[in-house]
T-cell receptor
Framework: RKEVEQDPGPFNVPEGATVAFNCTYSNSASQSFFWYRQDCRKEPKLLMSVYSSGNEDGRFTAQLNRASQYISLLIRDSKLSDSATYLC???????????FGRGTSLIVHP | NAGVTQTPKFQVLKTGQSMTLQCAQD?????MYWYRQDPGMGLRLIYY???????DKGEVPNGYNVSRLNKREFSLRLESAAPSQTSVYFCASSTRENTEAFFGQGTRLTVV
């Protein structure tokens, strides 16, 4: 079983839609969780960290469920510019090594 | 702000040739990483360096070597390139305190 698993998609949604991605992780000792965004042929960049209490940044909301070992990302009022691949990243406990999921592709169309 | 700088951006090699990918960061980060990204596979860790003077294997280390030259620089070497090493290579760095990783712009390597 891969350490970090994501549905690759693509998720194809109209502008203005709400879309949610989930990511599961296998190592219960994992301590840090992130969502990164990667545009085509570019490097990954941090979208947001995921805290135990959940966090929100504008149209983006991230949640962590330690009991079920998954994190989620909710995007409200999707924009064309949100089209990208969203990478779930988990840092293993004790090693701080970022471990990436395969990414979920989002396509927002007019 | 330079952040993480990788060179070269593009490279074509013939099978059996060797090359070194260079990476430097100016953020005083302790940890540095090399990943490869292939279609449908996500980013896979090749090698990492938790601090200056240490290196460790990641998920896919075969065919690669690394050197942590100093705190700023972490290079990746392909001694005898193979077509299976055609990929996009990313260098990244972070502090050790579970903070975000910063990435270089990537090196697109083709081995023919």
């Amino acid at each position: 079983r891969k350490e970090v698993e994501q549905d690759p998609g693509p998720f194809n949604v109209p502008e203005g839609a709400t879309v949610a991605f989930n990511c599961t992780y296998s190592n219960s000792a994992s301590q840090s969780f992130f969502w990164y965004r990667q545009d085509c042929r570019k490097e990954p960049k941090l979208l947001m960290s995921v805290y135990s209490s959940g966090n929100e940044d504008g149209r983006f909301t991230a949640q962590l469920n330690r009991a079920s070992q998954y994190i989620s990302l909710l995007i409200r009022d999707s924009k064309l510019s949100d089209s990208a691949t969203y990478l779930c990243v988990v840092n293993k406990g004790g090693s701080y090594i970022p471990t990436f999921g395969r990414g979920t592709s989002l396509i927002v169309h007019p | 702000n330079a952040g993480v700088t990788q060179t070269p951006k593009f490279q074509v090699l013939k099978t059996g040739q060797s090359m070194t990918l260079q990476c430097a960061q100016d953020m005083n980060h302790n940890s540095m990483y090399w990943y490869r990204q292939d279609p449908g596979m996500g980013l896979r860790l090749i090698y990492y360096s938790a601090s200056e003077g240490t290196t460790d294997k990641g998920e896919v280390p075969n065919g690669y070597n690394v050197s942590r030259l100093n705190k700023r620089e972490f290079s990746l070497r392909l001694e005898s390139a193979a077509p299976s090493q055609t990929s996009v290579y990313f260098c990244a760095s972070s502090t050790r305190e579970n903070t975000e990783a910063f990435f270089g712009q990537g090196t697109r390597l083709t081995v023919v």
